[in-house]
């Protein structure tokens, strides 16, 4: 797109929220085609890991247009989401305003403005890979979360079995970008966003860096075949300071 900076993988944060913002009104419609319809299983499993209820508060981070706190806060919990592009908050409040349970707000993940020990979960959706400072961001979740209560990171990862992981890369690589140009606005954004789940780490690592921040019983659960990972953690019942990530 000529005259307008893209993201790429150093994911400097106004590039990424730019790209966010000029991406918002068909974000959720283009996730939709691109994931074949798998998206809505996705979310099922993780409301269901959250188990949301009354009286629980939850911080859902990269919320984008708001559509994992709208479930969230369908059954029960109170939610805070919270999201770096302007644009996502825009449409998340334009499309679910009318939910009680829900405060929208933008916000900067590595450095969350809220009190230690506020949340009982904090939960982050395909967001965490665009962050620049991922294990920063982990550090602040686990900071805004209160002694007991956990995180729990829904993330593109890595196929454990070698013919799905041949045509999920043969999916990415070839049919992705010709769909993108279909349906998407703004192809070069999807990319980056190609490029970002790629690059990102496997399983193992990305457990480690949430025990690295401080998180406890940190296991994960593969949801069609490792191409995302449900991820979750606890937050120890003392008030031992977090590991301060640099």
């Known amino acids: 797109m000529e005259g307008v900076t893209s993201a790429d993988l150093?994911?400097?944060?106004a590039d990424v929220s730019s790209m966010f913002d000029r991406v918002s009104g068909h974000y959720d419609l283009t996730n939709d085609v691109l994931s074949v319809g798998v998206t809505p299983y996705w979310?099922?499993?993780?409301?269901?890991?959250?188990?949301?209820?009354?009286?629980?508060?939850v911080l859902d981070v990269a919320c984008g247009t708001g559509t994992v706190s709208r479930i969230l806060?369908?059954?029960?919990?109170?939610?805070?989401?919270?999201?770096?592009?302007?644009?996502?908050?825009?449409?998340?409040?334009?499309?679910?305003?009318?939910?009680p349970n829900i405060t929208f707000q933008q916000g900067d993940a590595t450095d969350l403005p809220f009190e230690d020990d506020t949340f009982d979960v904090t939960t982050v959706s395909f967001g965490i890979r665009n962050v620049q400072e991922p294990k920063k961001a982990l550090a602040e979740m686990l900071r805004v979360t209160k002694p007991g209560g956990k995180?729990?990171?829904?993330?593109?990862?890595?196929?454990?079995n070698g013919l799905v992981r041949w045509g999920y890369d043969t999916y990415m690589n070839v049919a992705m970008p010709a769909i993108v140009k279909l349906v998407s606005s703004d192809p070069e954004a999807y990319e980056y966003l190609f490029q970002s789940i790629q690059a990102w780490p496997e399983q193992r690592e990305f457990a480690a860096w949430l025990r690295e921040v401080g998180y406890e019983n940190v296991a994960h659960r593969n949801l069609t075949y490792g191409i995302v990972a449900l991820h979750r953690g606890?937050?120890?019942?003392?008030?031992t300071p977090s590991q301060e990530i640099h």
């Open 10 to 13: 150093e994911k400097r944060p």
């Open 43 to 57: 979310r099922l499993k993780t409301r269901q890991e959250i188990d949301p209820h009354p009286g629980q508060k």
């Open 73 to 99: 806060a369908d059954h029960g919990s109170t939610v805070t989401g919270l999201d770096f592009s302007q644009g996502m908050i825009n449409q998340a409040i334009e499309r679910h305003g009318d939910q």
């Open 151 to 160: 995180i729990l990171v829904c993330e593109f990862s890595h196929p454990t």
């Open 234 to 239: 606890t937050k120890p019942a003392s008030n």
